[in-house]
Structures are given as C-alpha cells and as structure tokens.
C-alpha cells in the first residue's frame, strides 16, 4: 500500500491555516494602503491618518498604542478572524452547500455596513477625502487576497459554488 500524499487542506489544523490566510490578506491591505498614501503624498503618515478610524480608536483607548500601531493591530486582528472564520465556513459548505447563500448575504451586509461605517467617518470630518479613498482601496486589496487565499486552501469551494446554485 502507497502513502498518498497530503493536499494543502490536512498539512495544517484549520485554523493556523486561515490565521495564514489573514495574515496574508491583512500585509497585502497594508502594503497597498502604504502605496495609495505614498501616492497622494502621505508616505507612512497615511498609518496615522487611518489610526483615527472607528476600530483603531478602540484599540487605541484600549492600549494607548499609537494611532498608526493601533490600525495595524485592529487591521490583522480582524483579517485573522476572517481568515480563520471564513476557512471554517470553507469546510462545512462541503457537507452544506446551501450555507453559501446564507454567508454570501452575511458578506454582503457586513461589507455594505463598512462602507457605511467609513463613508459616515469621513462626513464626519474624522477622514478626509484622500484617506477615506485609501482606505476603501486597502479594503478591497485585503478582501481579493481573502478571497483568493481561501480559494487556494479550500479549492472544492469553486465547486460548492457551482453545486450550490445548480440545485
């Protein structure tokens, strides 16, 4: 009898997997919210500008961190959540296909209540125009690297989709 070899889902326990996949996701928002802050000539002071967030605040009343500390805290600790969740939600939609519809929605309000949450910092003059768009930009950058992630450890996903809806 042949050993057969591991796939990419049983190298790793579940969760160090989608705390991977966060933490991937949450450096890559980083990155690009450095990049869009360099661009409209913030540089690394973009960090400090979006450490006044709703989020960051907390974690800043919290911890005393420094504003720019406090968003790459709150920042990571959240995409290490998503990821851990979403590989989580990732391997009962096997046995649940249905479930996709459901997080699909669930997505979709948390995403549109960020949106809300960001766009209601700004009119509110604790962001202004040049972060906020930093910001949503970062946002999205971190979600695709999510997403893709999850899709690259948990590729029978693409299949549960495709199941999903053919039912």
Excluded: K
């Excluded at 690394?44 to 006044?52: R, T």
């Excluded at 479930?99 to 766009?119: A, D, K, N, Q, R």
């Excluded at 910092?121 to 910001?135: E, I, K, L, N, Y």
């Amino acid at each position: 009898m042949t050993a057969q070899p591991m796939s990419r889902i049983q190298r790793q326990p579940g969760w160090l997997q989608g705390a991977g996949v966060g933490l991937i996701a949450a450096i890559a928002g980083t990155l690009a919210l450095i990049i869009v802050g360099t661009i409209g000539g913030r540089g690394m002071g973009i960090l400090d500008a979006v450490g006044m967030g709703p989020w960051p605040s907390a974690v800043h009343a919290l911890t005393g961190a420094s504003p720019a500390m406090s968003y790459l805290l709150s920042h990571t600790t959240l995409y290490l959540l998503a990821g851990i969740v979403g590989l989580a939600i990732a391997r009962v939609a096997d046995r649940l296909p249905v479930l996709l519809t459901g997080l699909l929605l669930f997505i979709l309000v948390i995403e549109f209540g960020y949106l809300v949450v960001m766009t209601g910092w700004r009119a509110t003059g604790h962001f202004d125009g040049p972060t906020w768009q930093a910001v949503l930009i970062a946002h999205v950058v971190a979600n695709l690297v999510l997403l893709i992630g999850v899709l690259w450890v948990h590729p029978s996903l693409r299949v549960d989709f495709r199941r999903a809806y053919q039912e």
